[in-house]
Structure formats: C-alpha cells, structure tokens
C-alpha cells in the first residue's frame, strides 16, 4: 500500500547518499490553470498528486526531515479545478509534520543559504546550447547571483538511485497496472476484424482501462498493423487493418502514476500464417531466452548482445540472412529499460540489481514480409533471476487463435 510509511522510505533512500547538512529542493511543477500531473520525482518523495506544491528533504548528521510547502486555498482555484489539499490532508498521504504554504519559500531557502547548507536541486540533463532553462536552472542562476558562495549541485544521482530498486509497494503498483492493462489487450483481441482502423480497435483499450480503474496511460499507444509494424515508434494509428494482416500493440496503463509496458502482436483475423507463425515464435522464444538469462550483474547490453547472437542464428535458418550484420535490418533497438514511475523508467544505469523492473522486449521487423513482431513483458529482477510479472497475458500462438475464435 502507497501510504505515508512509503514515501517516508522514498526520502530515506533519496538522503541516504546526499551530505550531512544539505538540502534537496523538488518542485511538483509550475502553477497551472488546470490540472496536471505533478513532476515523478516529487511525487515519489510525497505521493501529492498536486501540481503547484514544493517540498525539502533535509538532510543532517542525525536525521532526515521532509519540509512540504502547499497551495493556500484559493476560491478560484477551487471552481475550476478543485480546492486542494489542506495540511491535515497532505500530512496523512506524505507523513510530513512540518507543512506551510508557498508563500514561506524564500523565507525557508534564504534560511538554508545563511545557515550553510548545501542546496541540491532537481537538474534535469540540458545540451550546452539549448537556449532554455528549467526552472530549476533558473532559479540556481538567481540564487549564485545572490550568493555567490552559496554550494548547489545536482541532486538528480540521489533520485536515480532511490529509483532503480523497487520496494514490494511500487511493484504491487505495477502490477495492477499491467492487471488493467491485460483486460485491454484481452478486449483488443476479441474486437480485432479486418475493414477497422487502427484507432477503432484501438478505442477498446481504452475504454476497458478505465473501466478496470487505470488513471492513465504510460505512453501513447501504438497500435501497428502490415507493414506500419515496422516502425519502431508509429504513432499514426489511421489505417485499415487488412485480413491476413498482424497488428502491433504497445501499450500500458498507470495505476497510481506507476506504469505497464506491454507489447502484444496478433493476426487481424485471428488466424497466423505459417510465415507468421514461423517468425512469432523466433521472437517468443528469444524472450524465452531472455527469461532465462537475466539476473543480476548483468547489464542490459549484455543482454542484448545474447539476444542477437540467437537472432544471427535464427534468422540464418530461415534464409533471411546470410551473414550476421544483417541482424541490424530487422532488429535495430534495445530488449531492456527499467520501468516505474516513467516507462523509461529514471534510473542508474549501472548491472541490474534485484529489485528493478525491466522490460523484456525482442522484436523482428521484416518490411518486405509485411511482418512486424515485438512482444513484451515487465519483469523483476531476483537475487537469482526474474520473474514475469505480466505472464497473465497471454501470447502464445495456441492460445492467442484459441482465445480469439472462442
């Protein structure tokens, strides 16, 4: 359960590398007219789904305290997008004791900067030239002009760290997203005919999520079919989906902002050719494989390099290829991310750990065969493994025709 023992476990493991004496300043994102989601980094320290609010994590030689500055209530506010939280309110889901209003900022990092604290601020990463500046960097620049002998660094390695291990709360999370976001894939697959556009069959999706409670989506879903399969990343979802065709799906729900990441790839007509079948199951068996390689010490490039090596393999014995560079022409991206409170998830890109979750993902794209094919589970790393947390979906050749001609 996501309650106020949580998030004070998410600061504890934010602090745990930051300095004695510093301070961690996170915003929930700018003032807005409407509602929006609050940043992910200062909802895992807090669970406030608001988007205005800041908090400090404050860091000492004996302790770690959280400090929450929220929204005074604002009969306007109210009216068009609700009233928000009180202190009361806030205290019970984030376990904060010491709540003010945002009116007490300047007061509240002034003290900080006069008492000798190192400030760390959530930077995201930004190009040399990239003529914007976050608030964040925005507001560093003013404070250095101010103080110029003010410390502040990044404090974004903290938030990375606390993120890549998993606690059994956020997994509980996922795994109800992946719950809603299977009872989607299940109503995409009894709808799918052919003569439907994309976006139709797309449509039941989206109403079964929410029906099963989803607040939202991961990412925009991808709903692939023929030859659009081939693109990674399409985004279109307007054609006609053709009898004999496969279709493509990427997709996922949230559930408490933690995110499903799924990809599932079946015939239109629920019936697969024996080409089809022929490169489905080479891309589920490399997951097969994936299964059974990952643990940890491994990176995901590791990975990556074992799933390429069966696809040189296989693809030789079908005759698609005859040398092993030509791998790259139909399987071009990663089989790994870590998944969370993002799809691709913040996270220190260091061996995997027990406790994160990844995504498991091999793909086949073959143009010229009118094929595409990625399927794909979210997946937590064990002390001696894995383990599927999305195996209730089903993806089999047996079982998927046999589900969609019941």
């Given at each position: 359960m996501l309650d106020m023992e949580e998030y004070k476990l998410h600061r504890e493991k934010i602090a745990k590398n930051m300095q004695d004496k510093s301070v961690l300043v996170l915003f929930a994102g700018p003032k807005a007219e409407f509602k929006c989601a609050p940043n992910k980094n200062f909802y895992y320290?807090?669970?406030?789904?608001?988007?205005?609010?800041?908090?400090?994590?404050?860091k000492t030689k004996n302790s770690v305290k959280a400090q929450l500055l929220i929204s005074e209530?604002?009969?306007?506010?109210?009216?068009?997008?609700?009233?928000?939280?009180?202190?009361?309110?806030?205290?019970?889901?984030?376990?904060?004791?010491?709540?003010?209003?945002?009116?007490?900022?300047?007061?509240?990092i002034s003290m900080f900067i006069e008492e000798g604290y190192l400030i760390y601020f959530d930077f995201c990463e930004q190009e040399l030239d990239?003529?914007?500046?976050?608030?964040?960097?925005?507001?560093?620049?003013?404070?250095?002009g101010k103080y110029p002998y003010v410390r502040i660094e990044n404090g974004r390695k903290f938030l990375k760290t606390a993120r890549?291990?998993?606690?059994?709360?956020?997994?509980?999370?996922?795994?109800?997203?992946?719950?809603?976001?299977?009872?989607?894939?299940?109503?995409?697959?009894?709808?799918?005919?052919?003569g439907l556009y994309e976006y139709q069959l797309e449509s039941y999706f989206d109403a079964k999520i929410k029906y099963y409670g989803a607040d939202g989506y991961a990412f925009d879903t991808i709903a692939a079919s023929g030859a659009n399969a081939c693109c990674l990343h399409y985004s279109e979802n307007k054609d006609i989906m053709n009898d004999g065709d496969m279709i493509l799906f990427d997709l996922g729900s949230t559930n408490n902002h933690y995110c499903a990441d799924i990809s599932r790839t079946f015939p239109v007509n629920g019936k697969f050719t024996p080409r089809q079948k022929e490169v489905y199951n080479i891309v589920l068996n490399g997951q097969?494989?994936?299964?059974?390689?990952?643990?940890?010490?491994?990176?995901?490039?590791?990975?990556?390099?074992?799933?390429?090596?069966?696809?040189?393999?296989?693809?030789?014995?079908?005759?698609l290829i005859s040398n092993d560079s030509e791998v790259s022409k139909y399987y071009f991206h990663g089989v790994s991310h870590h998944l969370g409170l993002d799809c691709h998830d913040l996270c220190d890109y260091t061996p995997l750990q027990a406790g994160s979750v990844i995504s498991n993902e091999p793909g086949l794209y073959i143009p010229q065969w009118n094929i595409g094919v990625r399927i794909e589970?979210?997946?937590l790393v064990t002390e001696d493994g894995c383990i599927n947390l999305s195996s209730e979906i089903i993806k089999t050749v047996e079982d998927i025709e046999k589900f969609m001609n019941e």
């Open positions: 320290a807090t669970g406030i789904k608001e988007s205005d609010d800041i908090c400090f994590i404050v209530y604002d009969e306007f506010k109210a009216k068009w997008v609700g009233r928000g939280l009180n202190k009361d309110e806030a205290h019970q889901i984030s376990g904060i004791d010491d709540i003010d209003y945002i009116s007490s900022f300047n007061r509240r990239d003529l914007t500046q976050s608030y964040e960097h925005a507001l560093a620049s003013k404070i250095k890549t291990i998993k606690t059994p709360n956020e997994i509980e999370e996922i795994k109800k997203a992946i719950h809603a976001t299977n009872e989607g894939i299940k109503a995409l697959m009894k709808n799918a005919k052919a097969k494989l994936m299964f059974d390689t990952i643990k940890p010490g491994l990176t995901t490039r590791q990975l990556n390099d074992v799933l390429i090596k069966y696809f040189q393999t296989e693809l030789k014995r079908i005759g589970d979210d997946v």
